[in-house]
């Protein structure tokens, strides 16, 4: 089986993957399958390459395993490219659901995103490895403490990676990002690295060699604009777009309340129809009305 390996973009070719949060009905017992849709739908529209599905803000540990296999066929329905999170506890858990989208959905699945939860570059190395045999399809590594809890060292990471055909990319997301996206594409070029974290550091990340970019927010044009004008060599006016943007997608992405504000901005735009989210993640609480309104998204859905 052979892998395929994120190449830089050509010029126009803007590489920005969508991270997808899960709709659900408002009264949060289901998958809202047609808001679903229409997100998926939105963000290509808006210029994202890519969509994302289960991952960090798609609630994956509150979704039953036949949610789970409902979201990634919806998305997969809107012909989107579509990559998908496995977030599970364990290695041993991680390998059956890869297995199982495997046997369900086949080649349509374009790859797999996978958290980074071992300091060991040989274990994360045979992790990798049997994920892709299971799958069949390259696997993405994301390396966000903050979320799994594990810190990798740089070099290990590396050494891990190295000469590993079916690594597609690294989502780097530990800090300083554009530190340690300097000293992977010294060591590992061949790899491609991704600029996460809501896009804030994207400029800085792309100047130190990362080629794609994730963008969660509920404004992902951002993202796309920026990197267009990176890519045609205007490095001011992608800083000024991030910058512009800085403290909307700060607001968004602030651990807690970071899944509602996102579900509740796309709903003021009229994507999906609930901002409902299920526990842990905190719902959207009244006193966050007027900073939503402050930031353009005052009676939009409404």
């Known amino acids: 089986m052979a892998a ?13 993957w969508a991270m997808l949060a899960t709709p659900f009905t408002a009264d949060g017992t289901s998958v809202d399958r047609a808001s679903l849709r229409r997100y998926c739908d939105e963000v290509i529209d808006r210029g994202c390459r890519a969509v994302v599905v289960l991952g960090v803000i798609g609630e994956p540990g509150a979704l039953g395993h036949h949610e789970r296999l409902t979201v990634v066929e919806t998305a997969l329905a809107t012909g989107a490219e579509v990559h998908v999170a496995t977030m ?9 659901e890869v297995t199982t989208l495997a046997e369900r959905f086949g080649d349509r699945i374009t790859g797999y995103l996978v958290p980074i939860t ?13 994920l892709y045999a299971a799958g069949g399809r390259a696997i993405v590594l994301q390396d966000y403490p903050a979320s799994s809890g594990v ?6 990471l590396a050494r891990a990676v190295a000469g590993a055909s079916h690594v597609a990319a690294i989502k780097c997301e530990a800090p300083p990002t554009f530190g340690r996206i300097r000293r992977l594409r010294e060591l590992v070029p061949e790899v491609g690295l991704m600029s996460g974290l809501g896009g804030l550091s994207l400029v800085d990340d792309l100047g130190q060699g990362a080629r794609l970019v994730a ?18 060599g205007d490095e001011g006016t992608a800083r000024r777009l991030v910058g512009a943007a800085a403290a909307a997608i ?11 504000i996102r579900k509740e901005h ?37």
């Not at 395929?4 to 920005?16: E, N």
């Not at 071992?118 to 049997?130: F, G, M, V, Y």
């Not at 700060?250 to 807690?256: C, L, V």
């Open 4 to 16: 395929h390996r994120a190449a830089g973009p050509a010029r126009h070719d803007v590489p920005v």
């Open 266 to 302: 796309w709903r003021r735009q009229g994507v999906i129809a609930s901002a409902a989210v299920r526990p842990p993640a905190m719902p959207y609480e009244p006193y966050l009305g007027p900073l939503s309104d402050a930031y353009g998204f005052a009676g939009v859905g409404e």
């Open 118 to 130: 071992t300091s060991s570059p040989q274990e994360l190395r045979d992790e990798a490895e049997d």
């Open 88 to 96: 599970a506890a364990t290695r041993a858990e991680r390998l059956a």
């Open 215 to 232: 963008s969660g927010t509920s404004r992902p044009e951002v993202a796309v604009q920026a990197v267009r004008a990176w890519l045609d």
């Open 151 to 156: 810190r990798i060292a740089v070099d290990d």
């Open 250 to 260: 700060g607001f968004e992405i602030q651990q807690g309340t970071s899944i509602a």
